[in-house]
């Protein structure tokens, strides 16, 4: 299966503890999305990355979110000094992002996070 | 900012009836419109889309039309099975970066 993968599934951690979590993205596309999914809602944009730069962070990443994507493959993102607030499901998005027209964003089976 | 605005949810239905789920959009311009699907236990699938107004997407079934004077993108279906059972997100994109703006989500039942 060559999807979009993010590990780990599922993680549970104490507050004010730091977290990563990964995705890597089907070979060859371009572009890559994070979103954040709270029960009940639909996703909310966080970030996203054209190769290895990062384009746009959305306000709700604040200062303790940190997103990288250092060869333009796989990406990480990092939580510092988890609060409760931050539990979500955490989801991860690619796209060939060419052509200047719209790629269909296919998405990863997310990363639930839990903060206790 | 652009926002969307669709139908709380959860909508119960038997087997064959017909299905609307409303989906209505805030935003400058013309973006683009789509209907997201997500089954139990799975990720986020793009249903269908619709890139300028009037234009219908369909898929497996499903259609909506891209209705600019009303700023809507409604879900239908003819006849709903078991199978549909799962929760749809409408969503719109607009800028460079492609970012989906999603509503809340509604959540489908269909009952044999």
């Known amino acids: 299966d060559t999807g979009v993968s993010q590990n780990p599934r599922h993680k549970i951690t104490k507050r004010g503890q730091n977290v990563t979590f990964r995705c890597d993205p089907i070979?060859?596309?371009?572009?890559l999305y994070w979103y954040r999914q709270t029960l009940g809602q639909g996703p909310e944009f966080l970030t996203y990355?054209?190769?290895?730069?990062?384009?746009?962070k959305s306000r709700l990443l604040s200062d303790r979110f940190s997103a990288e994507r250092p060869k333009g493959s796989f990406s990480t993102l990092e939580i510092q000094r988890t609060e409760q607030g931050d539990s979500a499901m955490y989801l991860c998005?690619?796209?060939?992002?060419?052509?200047?027209?719209?790629?269909?964003?296919?998405f990863g089976p997310g990363t639930r996070l839990t903060v206790l | 900012g652009n926002s969307v605005t669709q139908m709380e949810g959860p909508v119960t239905l038997s087997e064959e009836a017909f299905l609307t789920i409303n989906c209505t959009y805030t935003?400058?311009?013309?973006?683009?419109l789509f209907w997201y699907v997500q089954y139990p236990g799975e990720g986020l699938q793009l249903l269908l889309k619709?890139?300028?107004?009037?234009d219908k997407g369909s898929n497996k079934g499903f259609e909506a039309t891209y209705r600019k004077e009303t700023t809507s993108f409604h879900l239908e279906k003819g006849s709903v099975q078991v199978s549909d059972s799962a929760v749809y997100f409408c969503?719109?994109?607009?800028?460079?970066?492609?970012?989906?703006?999603f509503g809340s989500g509604t959540r489908l039942l269909v009952r044999p």
């Open positions: 990355f054209q190769n290895e730069a990062q384009l746009e």
């Open positions: 935003a400058t311009g013309y973006p683009s």
């Open positions: 070979s060859e596309h371009n572009r």
């Open positions: 619709a890139t300028k107004a009037d």
């Open positions: 998005a690619s796209s060939l992002g060419r052509g200047g027209t719209y790629n269909e964003q296919f």
């Open positions: 969503a719109l994109s607009q800028d460079s970066s492609y970012k989906l703006i």
